[in-house]
């Protein structure tokens, strides 16, 4: 645990405490009492109950758009299922500035629907809330579906065979057994919408802004420090009882039903009413996911003299960014492969020491570090940028001007996925094989390497693949500390999109492609690897 905590300690807590003190600790004298003034203002009251019923009203909606897909997903087999699976994963791995700007070319002025039907939806809560859909749609799929194509469905046929009606043998047998999967995702689809900031930034406008938007624009905008602290104290106190609840579903999932491998479970749809499901989802993947993927890609080749490549050639100049960078928006994709590979090697190290050491199963010490692993995901990634800044500027850790700051802060949201899909997999190994090869006389090391690591394989490198790809779009944390000269592609997107005419939207239009196909060859690498029933939850 040693790593992990040290990781932890220095690159995440302290940057958070140290803004958080920062606000409110003025003259050598706690300013307890903002908290109260801040959080009694009705403009911060109105971002606290937005941020509170958008993210209901979008755990609602993709969970109800999203649970027939994991019912197919899980129990159907048809051509193609692997290759679509990776394709309702890309949106979950894409930057929400991208998912953002996807929306904007669907909904927004010039957008399709304003071109086709006159209609715009930017800058209105239906945009967030569809964009939230799409971003959070494979969350449900994964970890209900993962699970539903492991339970026995001979569970259920016994219960018809006792005289129970198809609802009633669902309702009484299978839905049960689902319910710890469907909070838990429901739990990790609020923590995401709860924090969202990129899809609220771009689709929301001057009208809307959740926490984590108003955390920025109070410390990048205002500089008002005090509020923003404030607002960090709501936030990190909300993300932990979020996880608190999370850490016990997650409990109770490991105690359902037994399981079985899904090759048993899934099979081709029969009769009109299956077909039909089928058909049914597979129009909802294509008009909420494919739609707007289409439609990104389209507004990059859509140049000013038609379509053609005039968008991505002009990455290749400073001049045709308007000033927006010292070097071409083309050297942001270099830039981001490689801090990316740095955060994975990073997150990979950190991550798979603290799931080794989960495995011990410790008592309550542990499964508090395993809560705490989580914390990046929900904690404002903008105050730790921020901190970031003001805390590594000092010897011994002087690392405002280093490379390996950016890489580091993307690790750290990498992390929690490591953890997530190693350690199902690390607790799956029989602990008899260690101790049999340490009676052999190997040593930890060589145990680990002859044992653990054939068994583990498969699940590292999904692992790496996912937090190669988290690390990719970073950015809440990453738009303070990358450099001009080092821009990386979400920060490069949303320079481009803060600024006027239509060259630099086009060229965010054709960022935003290259990203998307770097995740989407992410993923449909993972998807090759055939990973066992124990591959974890994302």
């Not at 109800?64 to 997903?73: D, E, K, M, N, R």
């Not at 490198?461 to 990358?482: D, H, K, N, Q, Y």
Request: overall charge positive; hydrophobic content about 55%.
């Amino acid at each position: 645990m040693a790593g992990p905590v040290a990781f932890f300690a220095v690159f995440f807590a302290y940057p958070v405490v140290a803004i958080i003190g920062r606000g409110l600790h003025t003259d050598r004298v706690w300013q307890f009492g903002r908290i109260g003034e801040v959080l009694s203002r009705p403009d911060i009251q109105h971002v606290l109950w937005f941020t509170t019923w958008q993210a209901l009203a979008s755990t609602a909606l993709t969970l109800l758009v999203a649970l027939p897909g994991a019912y197919v997903f899980a129990r159907f087999s048809f051509p193609g299922k692997r290759l679509l699976r990776a394709v309702v994963t890309v949106p979950f791995v894409l930057p929400t500035v991208v998912v953002g700007t996807a929306f904007l070319a669907l909904l927004g002025r010039g957008g399709l629907l304003d071109e086709v039907w006159g209609v715009r939806l930017d800058t209105t809560v239906w945009a967030i809330l569809l964009a939230h859909v799409f971003f959070n749609y494979a969350v449900v799929v994964r970890t209900v579906g993962g699970l539903w194509s492991q339970l026995d469905p001979r569970q259920e046929e016994a219960a018809r065979v006792l005289g129970a009606g198809r609802f009633g043998a669902w309702r009484r047998v299978t839905l049960p057994a689902l319910g710890p999967a469907v909070a838990a995702a429901a739990l990790m689809v609020f923590l995401f919408t709860f924090t969202s900031f990129g899809v609220v930034q771009i689709l929301g406008g001057p009208t809307f802004s959740t926490l984590e938007v108003e955390i920025y624009r109070q410390t990048a905008q205002l500089l008002d420090l005090s509020t923003a602290a404030v607002l960090t104290l709501v936030q990190f106190a909300a993300v932990g009882a979020i996880l608190a609840v999370h850490a016990r579903t997650v409990r109770k999932r490991e105690a359902t039903l037994k399981l079985v491998d899904p090759a048993q479970t899934a099979r081709r749809p029969r009769g009109a009413g299956q077909w039909a499901l089928l058909g049914g989802v597979l129009t909802t993947i294509l008009v909420l996911v494919l739609v707007p993927l289409g439609v990104l890609v389209e507004r990059s080749f859509d140049g000013p003299d038609g379509y053609g490549f005039a968008y991505y050639r002009a990455l290749a100049s400073t001049d045709a960014a308007g000033g927006t960078f010292l070097v071409p928006p083309i050297e942001a994709v270099w830039n981001s492969l490689q801090y990316a590979l740095a955060a994975t090697a990073i997150a990979l190290a950190v991550g798979g020491l603290a799931a080794a050491a989960l495995t011990r199963r410790a008592g309550r010490l542990l499964r508090g570090f395993d809560g705490l692993l989580m914390l990046p995901l929900g904690v404002s990634a903008v105050t730790v940028g921020f901190g970031f800044l003001i805390t590594l500027d000092e010897p011994p850790l002087d690392l405002r001007t280093s490379w390996i700051l950016v890489p580091l802060a993307q690790a750290l949201v990498g992390v929690p996925f490591v953890v997530r899909i190693m350690l199902p997999v690390l607790r799956a190994v029989d602990g008899r094989l260690r101790e049999a090869a340490a009676v052999l006389g190997a040593s930890p090391l060589r145990v680990w390497r002859e044992v653990d690591l054939p068994l583990v394989r498969r699940a590292l490198l999904i692992a790496a693949g996912f937090a190669f790809a988290v690390s990719l779009g970073e950015f809440g944390a990453t738009v303070f500390i990358a450099r001009p000269d080092n821009p990386t592609l979400p920060v490069a997107v949303a320079r481009l999109l803060g600024r006027p005419g239509e060259l630099n939207y086009g060229q965010a239009m054709a960022l935003s492609t290259i990203l998307m196909m770097v995740c989407a060859a992410a993923l449909l690498l993972l998807e090759r690897i055939r990973p066992d029933k124990t591959s974890g939850e994302f």
